[in-house]
């Protein structure tokens, strides 16, 4: 049974950083392309980063190019979204999501091609 768990979402001051990370189980976490997506208050889900199975590929939506960073961990199940400069707007529950197909897929930002989301982790941006 796919398991996704966020973590690391906390209160923080314009400009901060953080580091999110989501541990999947369930599945072979190798295998597979994975994504962050998030939810602003209010608002439907956006997809802002995803990165290829073995990390060779990276994607991200233009609001968060140059500020936020996906990486993995194969050997620990692990993903991560390292936020930088971050803004008010980027507020919002953050969820990981793995791809639908195993293997080497195209890296987008289509939520289409993704299942599975966690119970999600609260970033709140304000001063």
């Known amino acids: 049974q796919v398991q996704l768990v966020e973590s690391g979402g906390v209160l923080v001051q314009p400009g901060g950083s953080l580091r999110l990370t989501c541990a999947a189980s369930g599945f072979t976490f190798s295998n597979y392309a994975m994504s962050w997506v998030r939810q602003p208050p209010g608002k439907g889900l956006e997809w802002v980063a995803a990165?290829?199975?073995?990390?060779?590929?990276?994607t991200y939506a233009t609001s968060v190019e140059d500020r936020f960073i996906i990486s993995r961990d194969n050997a620990r199940n692990m993903l991560y979204l390292q936020l930088h400069n971050l803004k008010p707007e980027d507020t919002a529950v953050y969820y990981c999501?793995?791809?639908?197909?195993?293997?080497?897929?195209?890296?987008?930002?289509?939520?289409?091609?993704?299942?599975?989301r966690g119970q999600g982790t609260q970033v709140t941006v304000s001063s």
């Open positions: 990165i290829s199975h073995d990390s060779a590929v990276t």
């Open positions: 999501s793995k791809v639908r197909r195993a293997g080497p897929v195209m890296i987008t930002l289509d939520g289409n091609r993704y299942e599975y």
